[in-house]
């Protein structure tokens, strides 16, 4: 079945050097993209999001970058902090469908 | 200003003895998810609620029951656990179907 995936299952950056996370998704229907940050011993929590009709969002140090052509979407985080580190899930939702979560890649910030 | 809370945070039970875990959110979302997720890896939807209308993943044991009995609260009942089901269970809403889902911090469960 289709299926949203991760390139990378881990990912080592120096503090204070911007950090790209990528996901592969494989549904083209799919219309809706959300990242999420899940720090040890809680719940995911929601960074940003973005629509299958934008190719880039910014929030506070962030954006994400759609690319429907390779089906492609990545999160970039500028400046990376400790504070940081923390396994991220890419998601995706088609219509009213539950979202359905990539494998997740974990960010360590080296101090 | 919690928005999605869950009791307990941990809780340990025995082999096969009930149990149930709650949640409840502040948020007046229609949409209520329950998740189970082992350790890394994705959280894997276990079933949801449109209001009061039930929607049960394909792949739910049936040992994994939810209520909701009104628009604020969520329950997981596991009737027989075993030693598989030890994980975290998460807990999650949104508004409408298809939009953002936003998760509660989770219950840790250990079976013995």
């Known amino acids: 079945g289709e299926n949203v995936g991760l390139h990378l299952p881990t990912l080592s950056v120096q503090e204070g050097d911007n950090s790209i996370i990528n996901c592969a998704y494989s549904?083209?229907?799919?219309?809706?993209f959300i990242w999420y940050k899940q720090e040890s011993g809680k719940g995911p929590q929601f960074i940003i999001d973005i629509r299958s009709n934008m190719d880039k969002r910014q929030g506070q140090r962030v954006t994400v970058l759609l690319n429907k052509t390779v089906k492609h979407l990545s999160l970039q985080i500028a400046a990376t902090q400790p504070g940081d580190s923390a396994v991220y899930f890419c998601?995706?939702?088609?219509?009213?469908?539950?979202?359905?979560f990539g494998k997740g890649t974990r960010l360590s910030v080296i101090a | 200003d919690a928005m999605v809370i869950q009791n307990p945070r941990y809780q340990v039970t025995q082999f096969g003895k009930p149990v149930t875990l709650s949640c409840s959110q502040t948020l007046n979302h229609n949409v209520m998810y329950w998740y189970q997720q082992k350790s890394s890896q994705a959280p894997k939807l276990l079933f949801h609620?449109?209001?009061?209308?039930?929607?049960n993943e394909a792949d739910t044991p049936d040992n994994f029951q939810s209520r909701r009995p009104n628009t604020s609260f969520c329950f997981l009942d596991i009737r027989s656990p075993g030693l598989g089901d030890a994980a975290m269970y998460l807990c999650a809403t949104s508004r409408e179907h298809g939009e953002t889902q936003y998760f509660g911090p989770g219950t840790r469960l250990l079976v013995l």
């Open positions: 549904n083209s229907a799919s219309d809706y």
């Open positions: 998601a995706e939702i088609k219509g009213n469908t539950p979202l359905v």
């Open positions: 609620y449109y209001d009061k209308d039930f929607n």
